[in-house]
């Protein structure tokens, strides 16, 4: 199957222009029809996969949070449920974010720079142990 730049700038998560920049750099060179467009394949998916697991390493995070002060020792809980359950299931956890903090506080130190993380792609997965762990809308 062939996908014209567009569409393979929605799976790649870039823009049409960043796969003209690649393809003129020849980080992610684009095959071309007889009419001198461009267009990609899988054999362009899994080269992608490669340029994006060899440019950042992504992490895995662990993120723990309750309400107050007075929940502290669900806290540790938590903790202990998050890494039993990832080493059940295989997965790697490189860090561990642990907070106080309300659920509808969005301003949350340690929950904004995590944020911010995974959008620069840094972070590969987010691990909770409820949804509501995150935060409680959105």
Not at 25 to 42: C, E, F, P
Not at 85 to 107: H, P, R, T, Y
């Amino acid at each position: 199957m062939h996908y014209r730049p567009h569409e393979f700038a929605k799976i790649a998560g870039v823009t049409v222009r960043t796969l003209q920049r690649w393809d003129i750099s020849g980080k992610l060179i684009a095959d071309r029809t007889l009419g001198n467009h461009r267009v990609y394949s899988q054999k362009h998916i899994n080269q992608l996969k490669g340029l994006l697991s060899d440019d950042i390493k992504r992490s895995v995070v662990v993120y723990c949070r309750v309400s107050s002060e007075a929940q502290r020792p669900d806290l540790e809980n938590q903790v202990k449920a998050m890494d039993t359950f990832c080493n059940a299931s295989g997965l790697k956890i490189d860090q561990v974010i642990k907070e106080v903090g309300g659920g509808m506080n969005f301003k949350r130190k340690k929950f904004l720079n995590l944020l911010f993380r995974m959008l620069s792609g840094q972070v590969s997965m987010i691990i909770v142990a409820h949804k509501d762990r995150l935060c409680r809308f959105a």
